[in-house]
């Protein structure tokens, strides 16, 4: 059974930083996939950040723009995103996902099947 635990949410101010974990129980953080999602009041989930296994190869969406760092600790289990420069429309609920295998066509990000989602943490910028 695996399990996805987020921590590290809370209130900034336009500006800040914040730096997300997401404990993972039941599965190798040294498999294929994992990523980091978000999701506002009244929007779409959308993606933030990606990393495969090898731990260099990373995606992160056009609005990151160079602000957030998504990494892997092996030995903790833990996958982090670092953000900085946090905005207001940076708002939402963060979760984080694993898959455990590829699918479909394209590059490595976009065949990442992400079937393992965490519960959440609330991530909430002030200007």
């Known amino acids: 059974q695996v399990q996805l635990v987020e921590s590290g949410g809370g209130s900034v101010q336009a500006g800040g930083s914040l730096r997300l974990s997401c404990a993972a129980s039941?599965?190798?953080?040294?498999?294929?996939?994992m990523g980091w999602f978000r999701q506002a009041p009244g929007k779409e989930r959308e993606g933030v950040a990606r990393?495969?296994?090898?731990?260099?190869?990373?995606y992160y969406a056009d609005f990151v723009n160079g602000r957030f760092t998504i990494s892997l600790d092996n030995g903790k289990n833990t996958l982090y995103l670092q953000m900085n420069s946090l905005e207001p429309e940076d708002t939402a609920m963060y979760y984080c996902?694993?898959?455990?295998?590829?699918?479909?066509?394209?590059?490595?990000?976009?065949?990442?099947?992400?079937?393992?989602w965490g519960q959440g943490t609330q991530v909430t910028v002030s200007s």
């Open positions: 039941g599965y190798s953080t040294s498999s294929l996939c």
């Open positions: 996902a694993a898959a455990s295998r590829l699918q479909g066509l394209g590059t490595w990000y976009q065949r990442c099947d992400f079937n393992e």
């Open positions: 990393i495969f296994a090898d731990h260099f190869s990373k």
